[in-house]
């Protein structure tokens, strides 16, 4: 019994060990991708460059330029990537969008449904599921950038505070990065970081607007800039700043309250012919057949599709009004 006794402790008192080593390991490793990652943000663009973050990267290009760059697309899901959050690879985002394109395309196979062919049927609800995970990585980003824009007035007016209070902008950074909640926080103290490791403020807040695409973020550091050329109160001009967003936030909540009818329109029109079906589907199962069993039948199905989605995408392209 004292033998049984004896093994369990020691292997629970190994499993202990293991875990606590498992887990150092794990937080150096973290640490030290922190630091390789600030210290190749620092040493990337050897040269310094005067640059005008008011200015969209975009519009300084040519239609040919744009058109080339737009082909880039492991670039621009990388950005994504790492816009939306995620703890994810380029290479495993690719090969998440493989495998479900593989079991979507192979599940398409038992759908109970005579047309299209099964080659097409296949391709197409292959590429339904292979974009998934490109549409969860969206959705993600999209919910980041919101929160990035809710957190900057608060941010600024903490940082305006702290100015006014006699600390410096660089202490006033470090501070309100480790307050603000994230994401805000993370991408402040990697501003910080840049700083502290030697990169000019030019440089910082070019790689900071680049790393939060808002519109407010290249104000924000805009004036910083220029208070740092021309001089001037940053504390006020921060305050200032702090209030146009949060106005801005307000007319955009009016404008959505305002827009609500249009999506609920929308959403009924697009739902209630697919509704519809259904209900006949189940009331009276022969009443479609010819829909389906006739060349002219599939051509009426498929149009009425594409004009399904085609009045969806006019009405909210109508109801969508940029702030």
């Known amino acids: 019994m004292n033998a049984i006794v004896a093994f369990c402790f020691l292997l629970i008192l190994a499993l202990l060990l293991f875990s606590v080593s498992f887990g150092l390991r794990f937080y150096e490793k973290q640490r030290r991708k922190r630091l390789v990652s600030m210290l190749r943000t620092v040493t990337e663009n050897g040269e310094e460059s005067h640059v005008n973050l008011l200015v969209e990267s975009g519009d300084q290009k040519s239609g040919l330029d744009d058109a080339l760059g737009s082909v880039n697309v492991t670039e621009r899901m990388a950005k994504l990537l790492y816009e939306s959050g995620l703890d994810w690879t380029l290479t495993r985002l690719l090969m998440t969008m493989i495998v479900i394109f593989t079991i979507a395309a192979i599940g398409s196979m038992w759908i109970p449904v005579a047309a299209p062919p099964p080659a097409l049927r296949a391709l197409l609800v292959g590429s339904v599921g292979g ?15 919101n929160a990035l824009e809710t957190l900057l007035p608060d941010a600024l007016d903490f940082l305006a505070r702290s100015m006014r209070a006699g600390h410096a902008f660089t202490i006033s950074l470090e501070m309100v ?27 910082s807040f070019l790689s900071f ?13 805009s004036a910083v800039l220029l208070q740092r050329q021309t001089g001037g109160n940053l504390s006020e001009i921060l305050n200032r700043l702090s209030y146009i967003i949060r106005e801005r936030f307000k007319l955009k909540g009016q404008v959505k309250a305002v827009s609500a009818h249009g999506r609920l329109t929308a959403t009924i029109l697009t739902l209630l012919p697919l509704v519809t079906l259904g209900g006949l589907l189940l009331t009276s199962p022969g009443y479609l057949d010819p829909l389906k069993d006739t060349s002219t039948g599939r051509k009426i199905v498929a149009v009425g599709i594409a004009a399904l989605f ?12 940029k702030v």
């Open 177 to 203: 990065g480790e307050e603000i909640h994230e994401p805000l926080g993370q991408e402040l103290r990697a501003l910080f970081n840049e700083q502290n490791l030697g990169a000019s403020l030019e440089r």
């Open 131 to 145: 974009f998934l995970p490109l549409w969860y990585v969206s959705k993600k980003r999209a919910k980041r950038i």
């Open 310 to 321: 085609l009045g969806n995408f006019c009405i909210r392209k109508i109801i969508k009004i």
């Open 209 to 221: 607007s680049k790393r939060v695409p808002i519109p407010d973020v290249r104000f924000f550091c």
